[in-house]
């Protein structure tokens, strides 16, 4: 009896309940707009060139993105809230990644950018984010003006008076070069930066730079450039600039009868370089960010995660794609609200196990990481060594 009569008062109680939370739902104004709010999902901006003349850079890191958000989101989200990424191809052009920056903060709203990729890019858009307080990761960016832009403004990659060392001193010691020929692009902040802090290291290790030619933007004939720099009589020649200019280069060098090592920096990492350096590029070293043949469980399971999901394997693009997004992604869980304020604090305080490598920032909002050496050996990528800080 007393069973039955607790029963039918529990079943009342559920009636009511059910009934007060329908009447709550349905017709309290406050609560369902705040219950709206907290559904709408966070606006993350990316940017990337995935047309123009770095076109494959765009590719692999948008890629890496996708991939990084896709996973937060199958875990619930951020703040128990969708990410969704608002895109923007700035082409490689400074213009247009200026546009993007602006675009994505004035009329998307975004909470945070994540890009863009190559660094003039990047130096257009950082003091948009700046001004506007909104935080920014940039995935691969390597000029150190970048960061310097403002406290707004974080990197997830190296920065190039550590990679210029890294390659001076490969050259010097590994190679045994002692005269350098350097070529590059005058009209790009990375260029010019890499050949300076390359021909600095280099210097200072004893070697000597006997040619260094600058070319305009946009070259595709190297010949007086390279002229100037084989009479000259270097063991090696460096080349900091990105895969179309040094796939040509590397190719009009050969015929032009050089025969030695010719290096280049992380813009070697594009699977057109050795589309458009064919042969000219074998043999060849460069210094990039991430290798693929990492036998870390963490690049591995990466790896073979990318690789079925895209059908090739993840560049040090894709890679630095996926750590930038889920840096800012964990900044904004870890801030606990989407003020720009409140994540760049976060930011600051991050502490990241990566696919690229442990990410945490120095007062200068640049990670502290290691580089790798890779070779090209018939058209394929070669891991030779990792070269810490
Ligand atoms: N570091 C290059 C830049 O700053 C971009 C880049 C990174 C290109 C990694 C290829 C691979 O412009």
Known sequence: MRRKRLAVMLVALLL????????????????????????????????????????????STKQGYEMALEEWNAKGGVLGRKVEMIFEDDKADPTEAANAFSKLINDNHVVAIVG?????????GAPIAQR?????????????????????????????????????????????????????????????????????GFEKLGGQVVAYEGYPDGTTDFNAQLTKILDAKPDVIYCPNYYNDDGLIAKQARSLGFTGPIVGGDGWDSPDLVKIGGDAVNNCYFTNHFSKDDKRPEVQNFVSKYTSKYGEAPDALAALGYDAMNIMLTAIQNAGSTDGAKIKDALKNIDYQGVTGHIKFDANRNPIKSAVILKIENGKQVYVTTINP
Do not use: H, W
């Open 132 to 200: 506007a307080g909104v935080p920014m990761i940039t995935p691969t960016s390597t000029n150190p003006k970048v960061t310097e832009q403002g406290d707004y403004i974080f990197r997830a990659c190296f920065i190039d008076p550590f990679q210029g060392t890294v390659a001076a001193k490969f050259v010097y010691d590994n190679l045994k070069a002692r005269k350098a020929g350097v070529i590059y692009d005058v009209g790009q902040d990375y260029n010019t930066g890499l050949a300076e802090f390359f021909k600095k």
């Open 116 to 124: 863009s990729v190559t660094s003039s890019c990047s130096l257009a």
């Open 16 to 59: 009511v309940a059910a009934l007060f939370s329908t009447v709550l739902t349905g017709c309290g104004g406050n609560s369902k707009q705040a219950s709206e709010k907290k559904a709408e999902p966070i606006k993350i901006g990316a940017v990337a060139p995935v047309t123009g003349p770095a076109a494959t850079y765009g590719k």
